[in-house]
Each structure stands twice: as structure tokens, then as C-alpha cells.
């Protein structure tokens, strides 16, 4: 039951939904949809300045009116941002001589280059994971005795919050048997090493095999013992034997080498002409034979290459929503991606802008490449006897697989991930893999005279004084073609912030969080965001103070998991009298949550309209 006084001063409720669609190889998770309809308990004080019986006005009307008395008020008309500049975010990754991240760096200290020209560095922060949690249980002790006295007593309890998130993508498509059953054992090993705050997912490129985040080593155990190989096309011994790599040189590099060696080894797939006095003609055209199986070398090749990309994109999508720490571990032996620059520079993009590290690991290990060595791979000869490579065969082959290990170096390099390759030690190599650097430095910028064009732009991130150090940073990003929607950019801010543990201090804001039980499976937990007004930015407008507040609470379970979210917009047109006397000790936004015992973790986030500024807090609370 509300206090009469509380129940005069409740505003008019406001529904928003932020709609965060999984994709459908992800089906087993359910849909997040955010419905938000919120309420919020002003000071009574205000309450002698609106009507109750009287219908809320539109901003619009606040504004207009002089004689409109309302000052504060909630209503259900998304609040625009003045967003309209494109940030480039670029994370890097500074080492020593030793592989150490170094830590001790400055602004002043980088140097971005947008094709070879220098641009401000606007944004800069210096990363240090680990302390998340324990941020957030600080929250709860140093709030607990500012709560508002009509408050229940019970305070939330300390609770072991999620901190890291891991999520493992496998490579099935691409990956042999036996590569995957030795990455498959040492994952086993590895996965024992977790610690109580880790939570790990299992993944494939497939979409065969999907484990969602958990601190369960047994379901984790079951699912890597149903990994194997599924291959979307499969090798038919043709002869001409022309792989993937080779297929691209030919048809999109319009390399002429690659083309002879093809169609010498085709001559001698053909059966021959043979008659008396010659030394025989193939039957066929070998140069349209190498056309035919180039083009459907290629397609197929394309085919596995975008599926493999786009479930490492929705990998990127689905970890960017989960409250922590973030990287994902491909495993995988390597592919190109001809023609595909942008697709994976979307996926650079994603994982930069949601703090997400791409950590690759090259499941063949040491390897060495042995042309033909394969019984398997053999082409046949139409005429019997042996079939002898022509000369160059084997240059194209070594090309091949090194070529496999650039997009797995590219990712890693561009997100300030470890690319572990040349080495058989693949316990060493999830060791190095699923740890989270050090120190990272998230740099921004907006690009000078950015035209609208859609095009790829080279980035050079330097050390003016690099010393012994190495540094690891994207390469490049593609320009827009068209500037976002405002409110969209700036609802995908809020979200961005909400599925993070980051927390922002540019607002008055603190978080206190209470419940209470209602029985041995029901809870009320409450979520309450005290904002000190007196220090807000507001815009003056006939006589009266102006501003918008956009507040999201969020519960998240054990494992990470989104529970329930509730959004408020709060409309201020504040007299300076109430500003000054009457909200002296500030507004407390209440949104109430009806949850089961266990232990979760609280994240709150409030933006302003004028100042543009947004503060993000952490919580946990353990229920028994």
C-alpha cells in the first residue's frame, strides 16, 4: 500500500521498449523484449502544484504555456538526443618486450591517422577489468543508510555477481576431425580452470551446437563432447584439384600464374586423342574445364565463408548484451573471406563499440605444409598411372595456408584480442586466449569532412614515443551513407550502457536497491535512483528550468541472463523556487521488480537531455 501522499504525487506512466532480437541460431534463448511501463514517486511537496483530476500536458504544452503549473511529470513520448556526430572508437592494446600490456600511457601519448590524416583524439579511457563486482557491492554499503525512511529496512545482500564472459566459437565447418578432437581435449582441461565469477558459452559455425552462458562444467563438458565437423561442402577429389584460395587468385585476383598451373594440371586430368604419328590432344577444353570447377570452387567456398562470418557476427551481437567483461574465442584453423572487407569490418565495428575482444586460436597448431600429402586430397588421373603436380602447385598450396591465418590476425589485432598460432601447446593456448588484457585504451575520434560515401578508410593508430613497446590496434572502418536516426542512436547508447558494468559518474545519481519477501518464493525487489536535480543542466525557458531524464533499471540473474528492465521519462519544467527550496534534497525514481529468491545483479542508467550526460551504477543483491 502507497502513503496518500505518495499516491498524490505518482506521474503518468510511460511505456518504451527496446526489442533485442537474438538470432535464430540462438532460438534456445528466449526474445528479449524490454516492455517498460514505470512509475515514479516525486516529492510531495510538488503535489500542491498539479491538479490530480487534471489530464497531463505534452512537453510541447509545458513549454508554451504560462499558465500550465505542472513542473514535473513523466509522459510517453521518446526524449531526442542531440547525437548527429559519428564516433570512430578504436581500442588498443600496448604491450612490452615481454607481452605485457602496458598501463601507464596518456592521451597525449597516441596518435590517430584517418588516410594519413591526423586527427583529435576526443575521447580516452583507460581500461582495468576486475574490480566490477566488487564496484557494485561497494554501491550497495555505501548507500544502504541514505534510503528514504518509508522505505522497507531489509537491504540487499551481498551477492557474487558475474564478471567475465567468455563465449567459445568453434569452427566446425571448417575444422577437421582431428584438429577439433585435440582443441576439444584441451578445452576440456581449460574449462576447469574457471573461476566462481566466469560464465562460458558454447558456440559453433555451424549453429549445431549452442550452450548459453553458465557456470555449469557439466553442461559445458556435454557440449564440447558433441562437437564434430560439419563440413557445408565437401572435397570431391576433382581434377583439376583447385581449392578455395586458388578458385579467388583466378576468377577475383585475375591472376595469370594461377590460372596456367590450373590448366596445365587439367591437361592432364583429360583423356587424349591419340593417333598415329601424334603424341595425343586432350579430348576436352582444359581451360573451360578450369573455368567450370574455379566457379564452383568459389561459390561454395563463399557460401561457408559468409555463414562462418555471420555466426561470428551474431556471437558479437548476443556476448555485447551480457553485464561484464567480454571476448570471444574462435577456434578455428583459419578461411578466407574474398570480397568480404566489409562484412568483417561490421563485425570489428560491433566488437570495439561493445568493449567485445575477438581472441583467435589457429587449431592446426605447428603445422607444416606437405603438397599432396594428403591420400585424400590425390587427384586421379582418367588415364591410369600416376598424375604428377605441374610445377607451382606447390607455392599455391603453401600460399593457401598461410593465407588461412590473416582474418584470424585481423580480428584478434583490430579488438586487442591474442592471436595464438605456431604452436602445438593448446593448453597454453586457452590460457592465453580466454584472458582479458590488462590494461586496454579505448580512443575516439570524429572524422573531419566525413563524406556520406560508404567508404573504407585506412586508420593508423601510432606511439609517438613507442620505445620497445608493440601496439595493436583496427585497421580501418567503413563510412556511413547516411547519419543514424537521433532517437535511434541515442536509445542504442542507453542500451549499450545497460549491458555493461562500466560505470559513468557524470550525473548526480546513486543507487540504492531493498526488498522484501512476500513468501518463500516471491520477492519485491526495489530500485531506487536519487537524483541530486540541484545539479543538473537546464534550460531556461520562460521563467522555468528545462530538462529530460531518461532512467533504465535492469535485473540480470546469476549467469548474466536479462530478467526485466523498466524504463522511465521524467519531464522537468521546474520553477526556480522549486528548484532551489523544494527539491533542495533531490527526486528518487522508484521502479519495483517481482522476482524468485537468488542472487542478481542491478544495473541502473540515467541520461539527461540538456547536458547529454549519462551515469551507470552497479548493484547486486542476494535473495534467500
Known amino acids: 500500500m502507497r502513503s496518500s501522499a505518495e499516491a498524490r504525487c505518482l506521474a503518468a506512466p510511460a511505456a518504451l521498449s527496446f526489442a533485442l532480437i537474438r538470432s535464430k541460431f540462438f532460438s534456445c534463448t528466449p526474445l528479449l523484449i524490454i516492455s517498460l511501463i514505470l512509475t515514479f514517486a516525486a516529492v510531495p511537496s510538488l503535489a500542491q502544484d498539479a491538479s490530480p483530476k487534471a489530464p497531463q500536458p505534452t512537453l510541447a504544452a509545458q513549454s508554451n504555456s504560462a499558465q500550465n503549473t505542472v513542473e514535473l511529470a513523466s509522459h510517453d513520448e521518446p526524449a531526442t538526443f542531440k547525437v548527429n556526430v559519428k564516433l570512430v572508437v578504436v581500442r588498443a592494446v600496448v604491450r612490452d618486450a615481454q607481452g605485457r600490456a602496458v598501463g601507464n600511457l596518456h592521451q597525449e601519448d597516441f596518435e590517430i591517422f584517418d588516410k594519413g590524416k591526423p586527427q583529435v583524439i576526443s575521447q580516452f579511457e583507460v ?40 563465449a567459445y566459437l568453434f569452427d566446425d565447418i571448417h575444422l577437421e576431425f582431428g584438429d577439433l578432437a585435440r582443441v576439444r581435449e584441451a578445452a576440456q582441461r581449460h574449462f576447469s580452470t574457471l573461476r566462481p565469477t566466469d560464465r562460458a558459452a558454447i558456440f559453433t559455425t555451424s549453429g549445431l551446437t549452442v550452450l548459453d552462458f553458465t557456470d555449469d562444467r557439466t553442461k559445458l563438458h556435454d557440449a564440447l563432447f558433441h562437437l564434430n565437423p560439419h563440413p557445408i561442402s565437401r572435397h570431391t577429389n576433382d581434377c583439376p584439384d583447385i581449392s578455395y584460395y586458388q578458385a579467388d587468385q583466378i576468377i577475383n585476383k585475375n591472376d595469370p600464374e594461377a590460372l596456367q598451373i590450373a590448366i596445365q594440371e587439367a591437361t592432364g586430368c583429360e583423356p587424349l586423342k591419340i593417333t598415329p604419328g601424334t603424341t595425343g590432344v586432350p579430348l576436352g577444353n582444359p581451360t573451360a574445364t578450369v573455368s567450370a570447377v574455379s566457379a564452383s ?65 589457429d587449431a592446426r597448431g605447428l603445422f607444416v605444409v606437405m603438397p599432396f600429402g594428403d591420400a585424400s586430397h590425390q587427384p586421379t588421373n582418367p588415364l591410369g598411372g600416376d598424375h604428377a603436380p605441374p610445377p607451382g602447385k606447390a607455392l599455391i598450396e603453401i600460399a593457401a595456408a598461410n593465407a588461412n591465418d590473416d582474418l584470424l590476425a585481423t580480428l584478434a589485432d583490430s579488438t586487442g584480442g591474442v592471436f595464438f598460432h605456431n604452436n602445438n601447446d593448446f593448453d ?66 542507453i542500451e549499450d550502457a545497460m549491458y555493461s558494468q562500466e560505470e559513468l559518474h557524470n550525473l548526480p545519481v546513486k543507487l540504492h536497491t531493498q526488498f522484501f519477501k512476500s513468501s518463500d518464493a516471491d520477492a519485491k525487489l526495489v530500485v531506487l535512483a536519487h537524483v541530486d536535480v540541484q545539479h543538473l543542466h537546464f534550460r531556461k525557458l520562460e521563467g522555468r528550468n528545462n530538462n529530460v531524464l531518461t532512467c533504465v533499471s535492469a535485473v540480470f540473474n546469476r549467469n ?54 549519462m551515469s551507470a551504477e552497479n548493484g547486486t543483491v542476494e535473495i534467500r
Do not use: W
Open 127 to 166: 581500461e582495468q577489468p576486475g574490480t566490477l563486482a566488487a564496484k557494485a557491492r561497494q554501491n550497495v554499503e555505501e548507500n544502504i543508510d541514505k534510503l528514504p525512511e518509508s522505505l522497507p529496512s531489509k537491504s540487499a545482500s551481498e551477492s557474487t555477481a558475474p564478471e567475465r564472459f567468455v
Open 297 to 361: 570452387v568459389l561459390a561454395a567456398g563463399d557460401h561457408e565463408s559468409n555463414i562462418s562470418l555471420g555466426l561470428l557476427k551474431q556471437t558479437v551481437q548476443v556476448i555485447s548484451h551480457m553485464p561484464g567483461q567480454r571476448s570471444i574465442v574462435l577456434a578455428s584453423p583459419g578461411f578466407i573471406a574474398p570480397r568480404m572487407e566489409y562484412e568483417t569490418n561490421e563485425i570489428v565495428d560491433r566488437a570495439v563499440r561493445s568493449q567485445v575482444i575477438i581472441n583467435t586460436l
Open 428 to 493: 597454453e593456448g586457452f590460457r592465453r586466449v580466454a584472458q582479458t588484457p590488462e590494461y586496454s585504451y579505448v580512443l575516439a575520434f570524429a572524422p573531419q569532412n566525413l563524406k556520406l560515401d560508404g567508404s573504407y578508410h585506412i586508420l593508423k593508430v601510432k606511439l609517438k614515443n613507442p620505445q620497445k613497446l608493440t601496439l595493436q590496434a583496427r585497421r580501418g572502418y567503413y563510412a556511413p551513407k547516411h547519419f543514424a536516426d537521433p532517437n535511434e542512436q541515442a536509445k542504442q547508447e
Open 560 to 613: 548474466g541472463n536479462f530478467v526485466q528492465g523498466m524504463e522511465k521519462t521524467v519531464t522537468m519544467n521546474l520553477k526556480d523556487e522549486t528548484l532551489e527550496h523544494k527539491l533542495a534534497s533531490g527526486i528518487t525514481l522508484k521502479t519495483s521488480f517481482d522476482v524468485k529468491p537468488g542472487s542478481y545483479l542491478v544495473r541502473l542508467v540515467v541520461r539527461d537531455e540538456q547536458g547529454q550526460a
